[in-house]
């Protein structure tokens, strides 16, 4: 099976993470590691992860997800979702990201939002 990527997309200081159809450890570990670096080199105050593509996601992915919640926080940036299905919202409050992070319906109303 080939790896999935991740697309990446600068709208201003905000930075749209699409992710892909499948978000778990075999394609987290680049997840963080892209994401370290595009947080280093550029002033980014928010972070918006697009699950629009997204059918499935594991622990891992809420693992790079709350981490990254964590590093904008201390930044004082924010994170959102948009796109997230029923199955994904599900994993997210499971996981405890539904009372942490805010979701929207559409990437305007999370990059506005």
Do not use: W
């Amino acid at each position: 099976m080939a790896e999935q990527e991740f697309l990446y997309e600068a709208k201003g200081q905000v930075l749209v993470i699409h992710l892909p159809k499948e978000v778990d450890h075999h394609n987290c570990r680049n997840l963080k590691y892209e994401t370290d670096l595009l947080l280093a080199e550029n002033y980014i105050t928010k972070i918006v992860f697009d699950f629009s593509e997204t059918v499935f996601m594991d622990s891992s992915g809420i693992g790079v997800l709350l981490n990254r919640y964590k590093q904008m926080e201390r930044s004082g940036g924010k994170v959102a979702i948009c796109g997230a299905s029923a199955r994904i919202l599900r994993v997210l409050t499971i996981g405890g990201m539904g009372k942490l992070v805010p979701r929207y319906n559409s990437m305007e109303e999370a990059i506005a939002g």
